[in-house]
């Protein structure tokens, strides 16, 4: 057998050593049989892919099983049957498919969302005793993923509906404690304090709701706790009395109060599309020393009106206004700088 020449690069003539090129090394692979059947392989799961990528969904459902029947123990056929599952139109059959990953597959990335997936299957056909283990499960094995923490976050509401308020605040305290900055935090937290609510336990809905505006004052779930406490003073309101047409106390008309010229800082208690609300608490405030202003202005045509208290001369005068607000109220007020 002749010897193999150099390549001619300058590497080889400095060292005077053979190079094979890259080429070479292809050709010599491929009359080996090496990488040949992963080419093979890639091809088949990629064309599937390509239908799924498509849209092609029937053509990808073949696709996929056709590889999968190729090589059931290929490198890519936990991707396949993940795939599979997110299209296959029986839900048994996406089933068997997560299944498989968390049997054979227990440590694929993709393993936390299968887990989560079957847990998932358990809720929608209505077996909640498994759906309840599956997604104890899931955070269990994979707190540290998405799939993880929204487990938890499904057995705290699980346990708000089934009324099982001591399991759920349990799910709820470890759901802060480990995901303190997850905006699922408030939804639980309104979850609850609507349960208590609908229990007529105000003291804990109301502690609840407060939570959520000391902890949580740029959430969604705020809007609807300063909404849920302000419509919660009813009973601390006067009885109607004589004074008005059919015995009842007048309301006082909704107005913007007239421009005060020596003061820009407002303290907004909260933007609400209920005006029952800002009549409830335009009395209550007022009778208890506050300047009441409603503005619509910008939010109008949206049906939201905000109740601001004010106007106050400079931002500490609004600050202390805030702390006598939360001392006495019980509510958070944002202030705001109206020029």
Same mark, same amino acid.
């Given at each position: 057998?002749?010897?193999?020449?150099?390549?001619?690069?300058? &590497?080889?003539?400095?060292?005077?050593?053979?190079?094979?090129?890259?080429?070479?090394? #292809?050709?010599?692979?491929?009359?080996?049989?090496?990488?040949?059947?992963?080419?093979?392989?890639?091809?088949?799961?990629?064309? %599937?892919?390509?239908?799924?990528?498509?849209?092609?969904?029937?053509?990808?459902?073949?696709?996929?099983?056709?590889?999968?029947?190729?090589?059931?123990?290929?490198?890519?056929?936990?991707?396949?049957?993940?795939?599979?599952?997110?299209? =296959?139109?029986?839900?048994?059959?996406?089933?068997?498919?997560?299944?498989?990953?968390?049997?054979?597959?227990?440590?694929?990335?993709?393993?936390?969302?299968?887990? $989560?997936?079957? #847990?998932?299957? $358990?809720?929608?056909?209505?077996?909640?005793?498994?759906?309840?283990?599956?997604?104890?499960?899931?955070?269990?094995?994979?707190?540290?993923?998405?799939?993880?923490? +929204?487990?938890?976050?499904?057995?705290?509401?699980?346990?708000?509906?089934?009324?099982?308020?001591?399991?759920?605040?349990?799910?709820?305290?470890?759901?802060?404690?480990?995901?303190?900055?997850?905006?699922?935090?408030?939804?639980?937290?309104?979850?609850?304090?609507?349960?208590?609510?609908?229990?007529?336990?105000?003291?804990?809905?109301?502690?609840?709701?407060?939570?959520?505006?000391?902890?949580?004052?740029?959430?969604?779930?705020?809007?609807?706790?300063?909404?849920?406490?302000?419509?919660?003073?009813?009973?601390?309101?006067? =009885?109607?009395?004589?004074?008005?047409?059919?015995?009842?106390?007048?309301?006082? +008309? *909704?107005?913007?109060?007239?421009?005060? &010229?020596?003061?820009?800082?407002?303290?907004?208690?909260?933007?609400?599309?209920?005006?029952?609300?800002?009549? &409830?608490?335009?009395?209550?405030?007022?009778?208890?020393?506050?300047?009441?202003?409603?503005?619509?202005?910008?939010?109008?045509?949206?049906?939201?009106?905000?109740?601001? *208290?004010?106007?106050?001369?400079?931002?500490?005068?609004? %600050?202390?206004? %805030?702390?006598?607000?939360?001392?006495? =109220?019980?509510? +958070?007020?944002?202030?705001? =700088?109206? &020029?």
């Amino acid at each position: 057998m002749g010897k193999i020449r150099g390549c001619g690069c300058g &590497r080889c003539r400095r060292r005077a050593v053979t190079c094979i090129s890259a080429a070479a090394v #292809a050709l010599s692979l491929s009359a080996s049989g090496v990488g040949t059947a992963f080419a093979s392989e890639r091809g088949d799961y990629d064309q %599937a892919w390509q239908f799924f990528q498509q849209g092609r969904y029937t053509e990808a459902i073949g696709g996929f099983k056709s590889y999968l029947s190729k090589y059931p123990k290929g490198s890519l056929a936990a991707e396949a049957r993940f795939t599979l599952a997110r299209i =296959e139109p029986s839900g048994n059959n996406a089933f068997v498919h997560y299944q498989f990953i968390l049997d054979n597959h227990p440590g694929h990335p993709l393993a936390s969302q299968a887990s $989560y997936a079957t #847990a998932q299957y $358990y809720q929608n056909i209505g077996a909640m005793a498994e759906a309840k283990a599956r997604y104890l499960s899931t955070y269990s094995r994979f707190g540290q993923t998405a799939a993880g923490s +929204e487990s938890l976050y499904r057995l705290a509401l699980l346990s708000v509906q089934a009324d099982s308020l001591d399991a759920a605040e349990a799910y709820a305290k470890t759901f802060s404690e480990q995901y303190p900055a997850n905006p699922r935090n408030p939804a639980i937290a309104a979850a609850l304090a609507d349960r208590y609510r609908s229990r007529g336990d105000t003291a804990r809905s109301g502690a609840g709701w407060r939570a959520i505006l000391a902890s949580y004052p740029t959430s969604f779930e705020a809007g609807s706790a300063r909404e849920r406490l302000l419509a919660s003073v009813d009973d601390d309101l006067p =009885e109607p009395g004589p004074g008005g047409p059919g015995g009842q106390v007048p309301v006082p +008309e *909704l107005r913007p109060a007239a421009p005060d &010229r020596t003061g820009r800082f407002f303290l907004q208690v909260g933007a609400y599309g209920d005006r029952s609300v800002l009549d &409830r608490w335009t009395t209550r405030l007022s009778g208890r020393g506050y300047q009441t202003v409603i503005d619509s202005s910008d939010l109008k045509t949206r049906g939201i009106w905000r109740l601001r *208290l004010g106007p106050y001369r400079t931002r500490d005068e609004s %600050a202390e206004a %805030a702390k006598k607000l939360k001392a006495g =109220e019980g509510l +958070e007020g944002m202030i705001v =700088e109206v &020029r």
